[in-house]
């Protein structure tokens, strides 16, 4: 059986926190469109609570009318989801810690904190009338069974969806695949896994969550991002297409088009998408496989 999956665009969030990488509010816009038309389901548009600037490209964003849900990235914090209504949004992300690793050492909390915070955050979002969504930051270095003690308290106060968050990119793509496996079967809610590259294995994990059964990849054009980067999200249409048993609802030229848009910020050999590679093989590959059924 075919399985879906959607597409949660981070490029205009996690993908600005490349090193050397600003976009401007025309560029947000610009990229914003091009996401949206190229199929993009999801598009994680940034965090309100940044600033005025900030907040000025997420209402050109939010004016531009894309047939794409646009929604913002937050804290747990009542300034960070009040910015966020201020500016429009009527989604929005809340990110909470679930590793002992950053409850305990970063922010000096403990899990019953988590929870609580997490509760009365999901609670003063939906106030505003607020479809949320929740972040579960550090989640590869997680208990599991903590990680499913937040999915269901989200789910019980109006959550519609989890990040399972490899934040410091620390899985391979074996151990990815058996801890999703287990946890989507568990899950009161639909599960999106967010990887980063430090060991370069971004798309390759985000495959194997996607074949573990995880409805939601997170991904930025060309993989950019903080650190070693993302999960590509022209990678990621490619792998599913030729290799997976999953149908990504994007249109692979357009993809291939928006890569092209932050192509100063990748490499000519880059898969895909690299000056050098252009991506045409691949093009024609999967137009004869979709061709043959």
């Known amino acids: 059986m075919t399985q879906t999956v959607e597409f949660v665009d981070t490029t205009l969030r996690d993908g600005e926190q490349a090193a050397g990488v600003a976009f401007s509010i025309k560029e947000k816009v610009l990229i914003a469109r091009a996401l949206d038309q190229a199929g993009i389901s999801w598009i994680e548009a940034g965090t309100p609570a940044m600033g005025e600037e900030e907040q000025e490209a997420m209402r050109a964003i939010l004016s531009a009318r894309l047939k794409a849900t646009v929604f913002s990235w937050n804290r747990a914090r009542r300034e960070d989801i009040l910015a966020s209504v201020q500016c429009g949004f009527s989604f929005v992300h809340i990110s909470v810690p679930v590793s002992d690793f950053h409850i305990y050492n970063k922010l000096k909390k403990n899990r019953d904190w988590v929870i609580l915070q997490l509760k009365d955050m999901i609670r003063f979002a939906r106030s505003f009338g607020c479809t949320v969504f929740v972040g579960a930051e550090d989640a590869s270095r997680a208990d599991r069974e903590f ?7 989200a789910a019980k106060w109006g959550a519609k969806r989890i990040r399972f ?7 391979e793509p074996f151990t990815t695949f058996s801890i999703l496996k287990e946890l989507n079967a568990s899950c009161p809610l639909p599960i999106e896994f967010h990887a980063h590259n430090d060991f370069g294995l971004a798309t390759a994990n985000t495959v194997a969550a996607c074949k573990a059964g995880v409805q939601y990849a997170s ?25 997976g048993n999953t149908a990504p609802f994007i249109r692979t030229k357009a993809s291939n088009r928006l890569a092209m848009m932050v192509s100063p910020y990748s490499f000519p050999y880059k898969p895909v998408i690299g000056s050098q590679m252009k991506g045409l093989k691949y093009e024609k590959y999967v137009s004869k496989k979709r061709d043959a059924g």
Request: with cysteine; aromatic share 6%; charged share 15%.
């Open 147 to 153: 990680f499913l003690q937040v999915a269901h308290t």
């Open 219 to 243: 991904t930025t054009i060309a993989g950019i991002g903080e650190r070693a980067g993302n999960a590509a999200l022209e990678e990621i249409v490619a792998a599913l297409a030729v290799f």
């Open 165 to 171: 968050a490899d934040t410091v990119g620390c899985l």
